[in-house]
């Protein structure tokens, strides 16, 4: 009995390293054949059937690339769009996900469909429309067309997103503290919030992404290009009829470890258990 | 408490609510309105009632362009939701390097789209590219891939299985929720893996499951963008004509704000049914534990 | 003391105040460009501010991916810029509707001859209004030749081709290409044994869009439509000729890639130097990518006409600049934007972009006079033969591109490329490519900007 249980276990883990390694290969090509690229000198990259090792290194594609655009300058303005837009956003969509999902009020779903229908309109036709509205509040070269809507519940994406994850969580806990006297912002910030690490730490990273890779939010409302971020410095590497890949490679590489170191930290608190256990026993 | 829990209610929602009429509200009667005008950005608009409407029924790349993308987004969900969840049951047990494995999963989702689209370009090559290799080392014969007006939609329907990095992260933080002892209670009861798939993940992943689907649609929906504008323009002979990208060329290419805005009403309307289509059936298949009724 | 100097300084921010911001006219220029255009832009702007007080200029680099989305949000925000670049596919658009200023009536007031309309190319000019109005013209004329590793001519013992526009037949062009592919084996394509299937390097290779296509339908004796832009003529066998020997390049002669196999090389610059190509239909602005690579010893490079049909043409192409009318509407804002219009459009100001070979200039005597001819040339990018194959060529035969006068051109474009490329993947003839072309665009063509 025991030797079969540890054989089957040992072929199932056998089987499941397998898939993972080749996902793994699959997954990495593109990142790998970018970061190879990013080595390169231009002849090289795309040379059929592709190289791998760059022949020779050309470290000097970063330097070149960083200095080619005001990449700290750049750099700066995308951190403080990043700040206000992240604190805005897991500060009211976890408000706002708690009452969709754990509040019950009259026309609560109709709100919530009203929400989720923003989601539905292409961007395109929304573009101009937004632009003008923002002109006449006066947010034209500002940062605030891109900062202050992140506080307006952080979007239909986050607030769904909280609902669902929110709504995992059984409710005897608000009971019980209702029955304690507790103000429903003391169940959200005291209860659900820190049950819901994996979702909140979900939306902190793609919120993340979200403003590290925004570029056509910058460009229609900054006037000034000492303002623009990293995404439209990214763009500079490319023009109407040619494109300097090994500068655009390095540049593009050195903007997505920001977001993949903090995936790869966030991603920790990703741990079964660590959420709910014997919850049902008490 | 219902009152008390009614005007807290309100009062917490009332950033997103006032957000919607501020923000969303405005500019979205705004592109309805526009659809009923010629406007072209330049110079003033004028009604032309249902002009627009009536030429979207005349327009055949209006149709090819709806079917095109109906047939990515059925394709690309579906897939895209058994394999991300197929990923994440596997990133979400005991491995070593879970860290290394599960960010490796998401790096293709956060390269930048240019970067990609050349890899791609590449993978999808019929002389050169890697898929073709692969093809040929199994002794199959070779595809056209992007470059076939019948294997374009289904090649982007492969590529888009790159991009499941943020369904996988999604469910693997659904998945966390579960509790453990409910395993637990399976094995006791002699059950296996299967079982406990069925019926301990899944019903307690299918708030997350359900979120996946709904906006996997949406998104999908209005993607294809990126993959038209910068590897196919659209072709060949418009089997990738998005409709995203469609209605793009007519706001910014062809001058024609208004029927843009047609188009797009149309579609709002569409995936409007759509999702409330989806929510009717919620309550058969999607558990709750405490969505407050 | 300390008061003193706080009553100083207070004094002297209420002077800079008054006196540095009361005189001075902020004009915004929009552009998009890769590093260099940016950079050169960036100098030429901080130079023209130096040399005109009173006249700040402030570059704002706006992607060329965004740059129709950017622009139009800033029209219907009442705050374009006061000069800037325009899409091409926009432009007349725009212009008719007032967005864009029309400048004749200021170039008739005129004393400077660089923005005379008889001094700069006459193919380069936007008109529209019936032809009685223009927005100005195109910052660059450029024109689609050959591009060529000499090299490879010299490795296969093939002449290079000739300078002279009239000489340079497409049966010749052929021949030559012929001569230049080889297959892995080292076969060529008219030699027993041939695998198109494994071709090392083509002959020539060209993309697939309308700078290609319209040259050879015109040399051929062809047109999209007639003069008054109103009939379809792209089904009438001039046309298809052109364009069914275009696509016998790839799939009878197999000297050109398909277009699957060319998206293996993104850039031309880099197949010609690998070898991957021997010759390249591409446009002069590739010079610019080319000429590093020349500079650093890597290439040969050499420039020939187009090959004709039955007469020497070429397309001529460039983005517009034009003054933004709701951003002048104050008296002395147009003065300014005027004057910084003049400079910026000459091209002498430009002289950098020039001579490094991202812009062909638009003043006439840059073609004719020798002095200029040779302010242009850089020995070390323009290959030698460049003023005969180019520039002559160009000032001769250059016509342009239907951007420049038809209506709903972009949609056209679009449809004539879905249809072509079918014919290019060889999936359809070229004759049926273009019935349905004919009949798609039937309902757009609705005449031209510079005809009433």
């Known amino acids: 009995m025991e030797l079969k249980e540890r054989t089957s276990r040992k072929l199932e883990n056998t089987i499941v390293y397998a898939f993972l390694f080749i996902g793994l290969i699959v997954y990495i090509l593109p990142f790998a054949w970018l970061v190879r690229s990013s080595f390169m000198d231009i002849s090289q990259i795309f040379i059929q059937p592709p190289e791998w090792i760059p022949k020779p290194f050309q470290w000097q594609n970063y330097p070149k690339a960083l200095t080619a655009m005001p990449f700290f300058r750049y750099l700066i303005n995308t951190l403080i769009i990043l700040i206000s837009v992240e604190f805005g956003t897991l500060l009211t969509s976890s408000t706002v996900a708690f009452s969709f999902s754990r509040l019950k009020w009259r026309g609560r779903d109709i709100f919530f469909f009203l929400i989720l229908t923003t989601l539905m309109i292409p961007y395109t036709v929304i573009l101009i429309p937004t632009f003008l509205l923002w002109k006449y509040l006066g947010g034209i070269n500002t940062f605030l067309p891109l900062t202050v809507p992140a506080w307006f519940g952080g979007g239909a994406f986050n607030i769904f997103l909280l609902r669902q994850f929110f709504s995992t969580i059984p409710y005897e806990l608000d009971e019980a503290a209702y029955l304690d006297g507790a103000t429903p912002w003391q169940v959200l910030w005291k209860i659900t919030v820190p049950l819901s690490k994996p979702g909140l730490i979900t939306v902190g990273v793609f919120t993340f992404m979200g403003v590290w890779g925004d570029l056509l939010g910058p460009i229609v409302y900054l006037n000034d290009s000492s303002k623009y971020t990293l995404a439209v410095g990214l763009t500079t590497f490319m023009s109407a009829y040619t494109t300097q890949w090994n500068y655009l490679m390095a540049a593009s590489t050195a903007i997505i470890v920001p977001p993949i170191v903090l995936y790869f930290i966030g991603q920790r608190f990703f741990v079964e258990g660590i959420v709910l256990t014997g919850l049902r026993e008490g | ?293 | ?452």
């Open chain 2, 1 to 293: 408490m219902g009152k008390l829990q009614a005007r807290w209610g309100i009062l917490f929602a009332l950033p997103a609510i006032l957000g919607f009429l501020i923000w969303n509200l405005g500019p979205m009667i705004a592109s309805f309105v526009i659809s009923f005008t010629n406007w072209s950005i330049a110079g003033r608009p004028s009604f032309i009632n249902f002009e627009n409407y009536k030429k979207i029924f005349d327009d055949f790349v209006f149709k090819k362009s709806l079917s095109v993308t109906f047939y990515y987004a059925v394709g690309s969900v579906f897939v895209g939701l058994v394999v991300a969840l197929f990923w994440a049951l596997l990133l979400n047990r005991n491995i070593i390097g879970q860290a290394l494995f599960r960010t490796a999963f998401f790096l293709p989702a956060i390269t930048p789209a240019i970067a990609s689209s050349m890899i791609w370009l590449w993978l999808f090559n019929p002389t050169f590219g890697l898929l073709n290799s692969i093809l040929d080392t199994l002794g199959l014969p070779p595809l056209e891939w992007i470059y076939n007006e019948k294997q374009v939609i289904p090649s982007f329907i492969l590529m888009s299985i790159w991009g499941v990095g943020y369904t996988i992260t999604i469910f693997l933080a659904g998945l966390q929720g579960i509790p453990q002892h409910l395993y637990e209670a399976v094995e006791i009861d002699g059950g296996s893996w299967w079982d406990k798939f069925r019926h301990v993940t899944v019903p307690m992943i299918s708030p997350v499951i359900f979120f996946n689907l709904v906006m996997g649609l949406i998104g999908a929906l209005q993607a294809g963008f990126a993959q038209a504008y910068i590897m196919t323009r659209g072709g060949p002979n418009y089997a990738s004509m998005f409709y995203s990208y469609y209605v793009y060329l007519n706001a910014f290419e062809y001058g024609k704000m208004g029927y843009s805005c047609a188009l797009s009403t149309i579609f709002s309307f569409m995936l409007f049914g759509l999702t409330i289509l989806v929510f009717k059936t919620s309550p058969y298949w999607v558990y709750y534990e405490a969505l407050r009724k």
């Open chain 3, 1 to 452: 003391m300390k008061r003193k100097t706080f009553m100083l300084i207070v004094v002297w921010f209420l002077l800079v105040s008054f006196v540095g911001t009361a005189e001075a006219i902020d004009l915004t220029f929009t552009h998009w460009g890769g590093n260099l255009e940016i950079d050169a832009i960036k100098k030429m702007c901080e130079k023209y501010t130096k040399e005109h007080p009173g006249v700040n200029i402030k570059p704002l680099f706006v992607p060329w991916d965004q740059y129709v989305q950017k622009l139009s949000a800033m029209i219907s925000g009442g705050t374009p810029p006061q000069v800037g670049y325009v899409m091409e596919t926009e432009a007349l658009e725009w212009a008719e509707k007032g967005v864009l200023l029309d400048i004749l009536p200021l170039i008739e007031k005129e004393s400077d001859p660089s923005v005379k309309l008889k001094n700069r190319l006459r193919s380069i000019w936007w008109l529209y209004g019936g032809g009685k109005k223009t927005l100005g013209t195109s910052v660059a004329a450029e024109v689609m030749i050959t591009w060529y590793n000499k090299e490879i001519f010299d490795k296969e013992g093939v002449p290079y081709p000739p300078t002279d526009p009239n000489k340079w037949t497409w049966n010749q062009f052929v021949e030559t290409a012929v001569k230049l592919t080889v297959d892995k084996n080292g076969k060529h394509p008219n030699e027993p044994g041939f695998d198109p299937t494994k071709i090392e390097r083509f002959g020539v290779t060209f993309g697939n869009w309308y700078m290609v296509w319209f040259p050879f339908i015109w040399s051929n004796g062809g047109d999209l439509c007639d003069e008054s832009g109103k009939i379809a003529k792209i089904n009438k066998p001039e046309a298809v000729d052109a364009l069914q020997n275009l696509c016998d390049l790839i799939y009878k002669y197999h000297v050109a890639p398909t277009p699957a196999q060319s998206s293996a090389l993104p850039s031309y610059s880099i197949a010609l130097q690998t070898g991957r190509v021997a010759m390249a239909i591409d446009g002069q602005w590739t010079l610019q990518e080319l000429g590093q690579l020349e500079k650093q010893g890597k290439l040969k490079l050499g420039v020939a006409p187009l090959p004709k049909f039955k007469r020497p043409v070429t397309a001529v192409i460039g983005t517009p600049i034009g003054i933004y009318a709701d951003a002048v509407k104050d008296s002395d804002t147009l003065k300014a934007a005027w004057e910084f219009y003049k400079w910026i459009t000459n091209s002498e100001s430009a002289i950098d972009l020039v001579r490094c070979g991202l812009w062909m200039p638009i003043q006439t005597w840059w073609y004719t006079d020798p002095k200029y001819i040779q302010k242009w040339l850089d020995p070390e990018i323009h290959p030698s033969e460049y003023k005969a194959a180019v520039i002559s060529y160009a000032y001769r035969y250059a016509k342009p591109a239907p951007t420049y006068y038809l209506k709903n051109f972009a949609q056209i474009n679009d449809i004539m490329y879905q249809e072509l490329s079918n014919a290019f993947n060889g999936k359809v003839t070229v004759q049926e490519a273009c019935n349905r072309i004919a009949e798609k665009i039937k309902p757009l063509l609705v005449g031209r900007y510079d005809k009433p």
